[in-house]
């Protein structure tokens, strides 16, 4: 028996009152049309190797960003940020500090849209 629904449909949720469901290969709820090629952060982990820990102190000292924030609070990254992290993952084997890296080679946004792009 479906129920009623006053008003507004409330998100996620079918008139008949179960959580909707997605179509295969459709974007998970929170990423639009525009965010398919965003990473979700677990994405970027699997991708590079890191941990959560090591993204986020990444983060912390300016070295990569999230490209969008969603709603509730998730970070998306652009794709390229996988290999923005290897680049510094390789130049954190040749010797140079985290410190190092972003005060020689991310000092302004041109450097790193640069680097990104290869």
């Not at 130049?91 to 450097?111: C, H, P, T, W």
Request: aromatic share 6%; hydrophobic share 35%.
């Amino acid at each position: 028996m479906a129920r009623k629904v006053r008003g507004a449909p409330l998100p996620g949720v079918t008139d008949e009152g179960g959580p909707k469901r997605r179509e295969a290969g459709s974007p998970p709820s929170g990423k639009g049309h525009g965010d398919r090629s965003l990473l979700r952060t677990a994405e970027v982990l699997e991708k590079t190797g890191i941990t959560h820990q090591v993204l986020y102190r990444y983060m912390t000292l300016g070295l990569i960003d999230a490209a969008k924030t969603t709603e509730t609070g998730t970070r998306l990254f652009h794709p390229d940020v996988v290999r923005l992290i290897e680049i510094v993952k390789g130049l954190n084997q040749s010797g140079y500090s985290l410190r190092d890296m972003k005060e020689i080679f991310f000092k302004d946004a041109r450097v790193r849209r640069m680097m990104s792009k290869g």
